[in-house]
């Protein structure tokens, strides 16, 4: 499997976002990116895909869209639609239907921060999912950086610091909807989950002087989505954007922080009767079946199963376990940085039958 | 898995899949073990510790089922003669326990370890994991790249019903 990074979930100039394509796509060829994908709110941006280069490297940006009820309020229900290959914003005031609409076109619909809080210091409301009796998306974004600014900034001085020193801020994603994933993952679902960066470099002006909150250069350094494709990237638009639309449907990735250190390199896979599953695949329970873990640096180890713990280890850079039981499979690590335990890796998981 | 050693470590460090199988931990011969797993006795391969003359022991990697060719383990390692040991010596010369004796616990000790051929129409054999009560079961190229195994036609099917 070949990995690659892939940053989701960026506003450019043609919804809220301050960046431009050329702008976002330089940084994040600065940031050695591979893949990114913008998502503009209710405008499926036509005709900019693709290669972008600068001083002799490449990205692929890809386009898909944030759809939500623009009449709603309080605002709820945003998705995140990606490949679907059409504008889809008419769906938007009834989430099933979109969500239907979206399997027609072939494409995927993430739930786009889930779980979150008001930040009322500066009129941000809570963008929440609320309609949670629809069905048949693909999966929800386990974690969004800017809902995680909004829900850690409870007085101003947080914000102040969190604005000025947003390495500080990331810890891991809401334990709602940590709780959430695991919960439909132990009926037998199969839930892929992504991180999304929600960027927008919003810019504040004081005096003469502005200020970048969050500029995308930051987010690329930060919350990444690594995917394991079934072969490389090819520079073909349309050949690599199947590829990453497939290991993103089934979840053959995992959510990475790479900002206290590079999570590339991380694996995890289940041995059973002499077959290898990766994230996302589903293997069939034998008996002797083996996970394997592996980080790139040693850091707490969970091994969860339907939200259970099956085993936990600390300060190893890998880990084997036979399994008994059938059910989801993933994995937590988390590090220390800037003196606090953050969340460092969540797999996506093996579904052992 | 209750049971990490050395050889799990060893195959976590070379980032190598395997199946960890935990057995009863009493001494088992390769076909107790294969019954108790489940598994056809001729994958699950046992170590036969061999002697010669002035020379560090092999280690002979042969089916469940099978007895270990003294005359064909000497004629693959040019030895005019070769010994099978008591189980006491085969546990003083590797520093393991009957049951639990494996190459994969061996390696980088001197050991030579020669795998029988039959093992080459599988795609993955099992073997003991260094100590009773640990089982594992890992592709054969990966065995033989660990341990630098030649691989030679060196046992014949055991008259005893037991091995």
Redesign the interface.
Known sequence: MKEITCNIHLHSTYSDGFGTYSSISAAAIAANLDVIILTDHNVWVKGLEGYYENAGKRVLVLTGEEIHNQDRYPQKNHMLVLGAEAELATFASQPQDLINAVRQHGGLSFLAHPDEMALKLVNETDITWVDWNANGYTGFELWNQFSELKTVSRTPINLLRNVFFPQYIATGPAVETLTRWDKFLSTGQHLAVICGADAHALRYHLGPFIKTIFPYRFHFSALNNHLLLAEALSGELEHDKQLIYAALRKGSSFIGYDLPAKTTGF?F?I????T?ANMGDTIEL?????A?I?LPYPAEIRLIQNGEEVIHQFGKD?????LVKPGAYRVECYCEYLGQKRGWIFSNPIYVI | ?TT?NNV??L???K?I??????LPTEKLGALETAQI??VAPEIVFKTIVITREKKKPLLCVIPGPNEVELKAVAAVCSEKKVHLPTQKEAEELTGLLAGGISPLALINKGFSVILDESAKKY??IHISGGQRGL?I?L?VASLISLTNARVASISIPSTNSLS
């Open positions: 694996s896979t041995t059973s009767d002499e290898v034998s008996r002797g079946a083996t394997q592996h890998r880990l084997s376990n036979s | 898995m990490t799990t470590r195959l976590e460090s980032k899949p395997f199946e960890a199988f935990e797993m489940g795609q993955a089982n079961k592709s």
